[in-house]
């Protein structure tokens, strides 16, 4: 081992040690940065994730319990909890009374507008005249006693009828036998945080502990918990893929290679590959997708081929032709990987950017220390010997089956079901699903998946729009399509409705029996009854910036958007019940061209779609672009090598097929891989060529357990890749075998 090689190997040990200093990669664990794109225009994109990004910082927790006063006290006490830990910047849960004194007091001018529905189409107003001359001193002790109403929307909040009102403040539920109250926690700092993550998730684990004995279970569910989930889960497969996948290796080294000593430079193309890649990928991306990180160990199978092609394939006085072999096995691998870097999912994107960065720079890495390494090997040939029972096809053999390969594929792809619905390809975590599914069942809470957006060039052609939609969305809950929704409308209706309410409530003031009526019941004086009928009457219009200024408008802040061209929009999320007849009742609603109905699983699953047709026709010129480069290199011998990735891709998707799963845009990915991983197999395959034969077999298995291992993933996402692409890789390597030639024709022999 010569001065120049260590050299040579500190040195780029050193420049990627240093990056990591000075640039450490930022780990993102976004769920939605698994989704692509949806076709929305950027206004509507601006609108949608300011209302998603106020329910990602939002955690929803559950107390259920058998005793109100039980139940209390351990929601006070576990509010104080949260109050000492920091870890939320908001705590709802109760109605606070000296704020709703504040809200009345600065409202009072707007009553007339803010009368609901049934109060305005009640035949006998005296009992909303009553709460309303007693709106400045009444108590907020139950729904019954708020006047104006500030806790309009609190019943919606609810999904069972079983609400008993407010217990000191709080908003207690009955179900059966069982009580609840809910808190709405607003985090402190970014759902994405993994240190974050990891503090919540901690201290909600201590809780429940706490808890055991108390008779009261807790419920959470929220953006971070679900995030926390993920990462743990990405973090296990990681550490298993990776550790069996170096494992794999080295026992096949064992079997393979001497002396010991070796083994340090042969893993060295793989430390130094992926953690550049990590580096790379983190600068370009503004950071890694945990899922990146677990599809990179797979890796770990793909890049050690380089190693074994150049020990096993060197000869005296011929690296010329090996390092061609090897350049353009990266090469075209890369350019695979490459094509995935124009996915509309950007985690997809990552991954393919990550993986061809990864397999370059091993390859480059063998370039520069094995030439000297290499002489140093000593090959146990002995323990592959059965390579050479595996009989070479004749010409006739091959014709055959490249014509049945050819079938099975076109086959494959005509019999195989489209599915690109993103819901099926999401990994979430059980037990938080089951959690929040409960929740459910006492609370509505939003997802932000299904929104109406509504436009207007003014804000009262706005208002005039939104309450269409409200009298339709009222009808749709009627009927059980939808269960709540969120609008601002729910407190602004259009000016010509609040001119009615007011001219109604003014002449309810100027109705002399009605005060009569309530003077006698109140015992009220005469002169206190005409200044009350003077205060009735100073009724004012209540605009969306006026609303907007209270504080009780909060809530609605990320509905409301003004664009740039002058345009007023606003979002109501909807929870509609999972149903197609729903959905498509929902988008029918949205046929008005100033509203716009937006499903996002639907338009994101739309969007794989057109991505999967794209990929297609990548997975064609790719085919045709390495058929070219290898006509070049091999002349008419071309067609018999490119018959190598053909053959895999035929068992990948005949094996998809038998399975049942179905064709989306990640089995094409996994053939465009198979492509760039099967062609190699082609470039060094040699009739009967044991020395070939053990190098491609090798890189066959470690590229078949790496990724087999990721089948087992529970992302359907990688599991869907690992699969396919460990059958390709399979098939790859059986057509390699069978279809071995003499490089008769090669132009670089």
Sequence with gaps: MNWLTNFRLISLLLVVAGF?????????????????????????????????????????????????????????????????????????????????????????????????????????????????????????????SDPLLLGRGLKERFSVEGFSGLYKDVPILNRGDLLAIGIRLETRESANSLEYQARLSSWLSDVKDAQKDSGIKMY?????????????????????????????????????????????????????????????????????????????ITLLGVSIDYVFHWLLCNEAGNNRQLKFKLIASAATSSAAFVVQSFSPFPAIAEMGFFAAVGLITAMAVVLLIFPVVANKAVINVSAWSWLNNIAVAGYKTKTGLLSLTILMISASFYFMNADDDIRKLQAVDSQLKAQEDYIRQWYNFGTGHSTFIVQGETQQELLNNLWQLEGSLKQQKFIGNISHW?????????????????????????????????????????????????????????????????????????????????????????????????????????????????????????????AREVSI??????????????????????????????????????????????????????????LGMGIDFAIFSKEKDLKSRIAITMSAITTILAFGLLGFSQVPVLANIGFTLSLGILGCWIFSMYLSNLTTGNKNA
């Design 617 to 674: 026709r990548w997975l064609i010129v790719a085919y045709l672009f390495i058929f070219g480069f290898m006509w070049l290199a091999y002349g008419s011998e071309a067609i018999w090598r490119i018959s190598v990735p053909l053959g895999g891709t035929a068992l990948a998707l005949t094996g998809n097929l038998l399975m049942g799963n179905p064709l989306n845009m990640f089995t094409v990915l996994a053939l465009l891989m198979t």
């Design 486 to 610: 969120q609008s601002i409308s729910n407190w602004v209706l259009p000016e010509a409705e609040q001119v009615n309410r007011i001219r109604v409530v003014n002449s309810w003031a100027e109705s002399g029996a009605l005060l009569d009526q309530l003077s006698d019941q109140l015992g009220l004086k005469p002169q206190i009854t005409r200044q009350y009928r003077s205060e009735l009457e100073q009724n004012e219009i209540l605009s969306i910036d006026d609303f907007l200024a209270f504080p009780i408008a909060q809530p609605f802040e990320s509905l409301w958007l003004k664009d740039r061209d002058n345009r007023w929009l606003a979002a109501v999320p909807v929870q509609p019940v999972n149903s197609t007849h729903a959905q498509n009742t929902l988008y029918k609603i949205a046929e008005d061209e100033n509203i716009q109905y937006i499903n996002q699983a639907s338009l994101i699953s739309e969007s794989l779609s057109q």
């Design 220 to 296: 959470a569910v929220g953006a971070a918990l679900y995030a926390h989930a993920g990462t743990e889960q990405a973090k296990d497969e990681a550490s298993v893929i990776g550790s069996m996948s170096i494992s794999l290796i080295i026992l096949l080294l064992l079997i393979t290679l001497r002396p010991l000593r070796l083994y340090l430079w042969v893993l060295s193309p793989i430390v130094i590959g992926t953690l550049f890649a990590l580096l790379t990928t983190s600068l370009l991306f503004d950071g890694v997708h945990i899922l990146t990180l677990v599809f990179g």
């Design 20 to 144: 990591f200093f000075l640039a450490p990669p930022k780990i993102n664990t976004d769920i939605m940065a698994l989704m692509p794109d949806a076709n929305l225009q950027a206004d509507d994109v601006r609108l949608l994730s300011q209302s998603s990004q106020a329910l990602q910082n939002q955690v929803m927790v559950l107390l259920v319990g058998a005793q109100q006063d039980a139940l209390y006290l351990e929601a006070k006490k576990l509010t104080s909890t949260i109050t000492a830990k920091s870890l939320f910047s908001g705590i709802h849960w109760k109605v606070e009374p000296g704020l709703a004194q504040q809200n009345y007091q600065k409202l009072l001018p707007f009553r007339a507008s803010l009368i609901t529905d049934e109060q305005y189409k009640q035949t006998t107003p005296l009992n909303w005249l009553m709460s309303q001359w007693l709106a400045p001193n009444a108590s907020i002790d139950g729904l019954s």
